[in-house]
């Protein structure tokens, strides 16, 4: 396997984590009260959706990618 398919790996895996926390935080009781009050999430929760989003599609361009 070469490099630039481990690095693409890497990044999916990545990506698919910070997704994961993401989208647990979304679900957290504080950021529930913060988006009912400002209609929005954080920006730290943000930060792990739109990352984990480019991570995993760079990762995936990466793998597919020949």
Aim: net charge negative.
């Amino acid at each position: 396997m070469n490099q630039k398919k481990l690095i693409g790996i890497a990044l999916l895996v990545v990506g698919v984590i910070l997704l994961f926390f993401g989208f647990n935080a979304t679900e957290s009781v504080g950021e529930e009260l913060t988006e009912a009050v400002t209609g929005r999430f954080s920006d730290e929760t943000m930060m792990y959706l739109i990352g984990g989003a480019v991570a995993a599609v760079i990762g995936l361009v990466m793998l597919l990618k020949k």
